[in-house]
């Protein structure tokens, strides 16, 4: 999405009064152009991107650690983690 802001605008506008959006975006993973790739969200930029649009933010959740990032970068996808390990949730970029 070239313009992240724009996009959470549109969402905005097609939610029904006291409708949802679950929001999510991966934080690690290698340059995929289709055609082209333009942000990383981190659980606070993620954050700045929603409520610029008026949105309320109800909970944020950044699975992941260290390790596991270092091994997808390494190439070991999330089918080498426990699934606990995968879906625990991160000290090393706090939601708080």
């Not at 333009?38 to 699975?63: D, I, W």
Request: with cysteine; hydrophobic share 40%.
């Amino acid at each position: 999405v070239a313009d992240p802001f724009a996009a959470m605008r549109g969402v905005a506008r097609a939610l029904l009064p006291g409708g949802f959006a679950l929001v999510g975006a991966p934080f690690m993973d290698g340059i995929h152009g289709c055609p082209d790739d333009y942000f990383r969200y981190t659980p606070n930029g993620m954050r700045k991107v929603v409520e610029a649009a008026k949105l309320e933010v109800l909970m944020t959740y950044a699975p992941g650690d260290p390790a596991v990032s270092a091994g997808d970068n390494l190439g070991m996808k999330s089918v080498y983690w426990a699934r606990d390990r995968i879906l625990e949730e991160s000290g090393s970029h706090p939601t708080k």
